[in-house]
């Protein structure tokens, strides 16, 4: 772990700077919504030390990312249904519902090159770049939803997909269709939820009213009722 990080923090992320000016901040920690969107709580930021007094986080982007092993071992490592992005932002939750602290490290830099989805990769279409984002939100609602409205989720899952494909033809942009389509459909009938969910039962000591970095209490104190399904 980073010097500066005390006993207690389990996970410390850096804050990622831009490769080709690293005088900006490319990401320093992240957070989500209530329905399961990422946020990334500092972004393409001139970097005037404005943010090193914040360190509690929800979550920290992977580049960069220390865990303790025995936290890794014991909570299973990053979820498999979570491939492409936001692994270890759920990683990062995981942790904090287990008791432990997710910490950033303003000190601690690394270089980010670009967005996670690209690592790897020539070319992300818009239409992968959509279904990996989304798949990630609808997986993590899933989820972290509590059992009463466990169904109610599943159930809109595929008509909200619809509805949302409607809205972006009508928005003209015909590429996200498919992969707004193929993340609803993934989600719901690929089996990774239940996996998920007996992994997060086994290791919470917590609930949300419990995190004050909960996603109703985001880090930014920003407050999101009204995110889109």
Known sequence: MPSRSPPSVAIAGPKLVNVDDPARIAAFGESMTRMGRSITLVQDELDQGQHDRHTDVLGVSAGGMLVRRSVWNSL???????????????????????????????DARATSAGPIEEFGRAKVSERRRVRMHRQAQLHRRLTYSSAGVLWIHWLTLVPFALGRAIGHLVAKHPAAVGGELAAAFAVAFGGGVGRARRTLAANRKLGWGGDRTAPDQLAT?????????
């Open 76 to 106: 299973g490592g990053f979820d498999p249904a979570l491939p492409d992005v936001d692994a270890a932002l759920d990683f990062s939750v995981r942790a904090r519902l287990a008791g432990h602290r997710v910490a950033v490290v303003p």
């Open 221 to 229: 104190g920003a407050r999101t009722p009204h995110d889109l399904p």
